[in-house]
């Protein structure tokens, strides 16, 4: 018996002392300053951005958790997610570009799936999102050669 309960001892701290780390989440925003639909040579990181996480009882899309951040001057946002969302579908959004040029949301490019749980047999503590992207009014120029030398035969 006392074989039985050191065993399950060992096995249950391990998964309590997990519990109370909360989650970093990092992602990047950025302007594409070509229209191209994706990061390039010549993309913008934006500061200032803002952008959210939020995630949703996945039977109800019910909202049940929100947290918002702003991105720093290397583009990049950081989070502390206090809490396991295994049950949940998190996501993280676009809120809004601190530059008027270049604060169209890149429809596809502007929300990225996290996932924020331990229960997937991820052991880090530290997620990251996919880069976020607002699109310029206007393309800077050359970049209609940028993007033919990203598809070019050679």
């Known amino acids: 018996m006392a074989n039985l309960l050191l065993i399950f001892t060992l096995c249950l701290l391990p998964a309590l002392s997990l519990a109370d780390n909360p989650f970093r989440l ?14 390039t040579s010549v993309t913008k990181y934006l500061a200032g951005a803002k952008v959210q996480v939020e995630c949703m009882d996945r039977s109800t899309l019910q909202r049940r958790y929100t947290l918002s951040a702003t991105t720093d001057s290397t583009g990049t946002y950081e989070m502390e ?28 490019r502007h929300r990225a799936t996290v996932i924020l749980t331990r229960e997937n047999g991820m052991n880090k503590d530290t997620r990251f999102a996919n880069a976020m992207g607002f699109l310029a009014k206007t393309p800077l120029p050359g970049c209609t050669e940028l993007i033919k030398s990203y598809f070019a035969d050679n």
Request: aromatic share 4%; charged share 25%; proline share 10%.
């Open 26 to 39: 990092q992602g990047r925003v950025y302007c594409d300053t070509c229209r191209a639909g994706f990061e």
């Open 81 to 108: 997610v206090p809490t396991d969302h295994g049950d949940q579908k998190c996501e993280c959004a676009l809120v809004s570009s601190p530059d008027p040029t270049c604060a169209e949301p890149n429809i596809g």
